[in-house]
């Protein structure tokens, strides 16, 4: 019994150690990027009115070469002040990589719902987005006319607070942090279930009760296709945040 016990821990290990030296070893590339991005929410009733953000993000020690422009429209639906729904498409372009040429196009369609909660000393914003992407194949750095399809789930939690009073009113500085889960399914998605991981942290300044800038240090973490390799980047980030209301409002 014994022997065979002793036998059975020898084969185990040798199993053991076959299959680490199989599993493909862990590696991480590191990048710095900016990220430039502008925000409009517009109100034309008191349950209609529409989102637009616009981003074009800098790759390569900060701002060496383009890396991704995106533009997002969508349809919000009010359904409070402080909650919303909406329903909108997103096109962006991914520049290729140093030595390359071509630009990849992505189309998405993308669903959301977004609320805020306001407390006495900071106030939360949460929005949960499933989104349905249509990429463009490159192979040997030509453009394909056929695409690859997939869904992601993003999941974002943002805290702010005012850095002086209890709230965030028109000439107040406040403290942001933030993380994004981003999660990949459907029948092309293999190794990387899990997409990326986006974690921001700054200050904004509250310009007038329409405008407000948000500037800091982001960090994205995120896994690619082959299930072994993940790009960590630091990035600047500056976000302009711009709401419209063109409510007629009881004189």
Known sequence: MKQALFSFIIVYLFLSFEMQGQIPTKQTHEREQLWLGYFNQTRLSNHWGFWLDLHYRLTDHFVERPFQLLV?????YFVSDNFRLNLGYAFV?????KGLNTIRPENRTWQQIWWRQKYIRFQTLQWIRLEERFNRKVVNDKLQSSTT???????????F???????IVAKTPFFI??????????KNIVYNYFDQN????????????????HLGYMNVFQQEAS????????AV??????????????Q
């Open 227 to 234: 299930g072994n390799k993940y790009i960590s980047t630091n």
């Open 198 to 213: 986006r974690f921001f942290i700054g200050f904004g300044y509250q310009f007038t009760p329409h405008l407000n800038v």
């Open 72 to 76: 997002r429209p969508a349809l919000t």
């Open 161 to 167: 607070v005012p850095l002086k009073g209890k709230d």
């Open 93 to 97: 372009e991914h520049y290729p990589g």
């Open 149 to 159: 399809f997939n869904f992601r789930l993003r999941y974002n939690l943002s805290l």
């Open 177 to 186: 942090i933030m993380d994004e889960l981003f999660v990949n399914f459907g």
């Open 237 to 250: 980030r500056l976000f302009v945040f711009h709401s419209l209301d063109f409510r007629k409002h009881d």
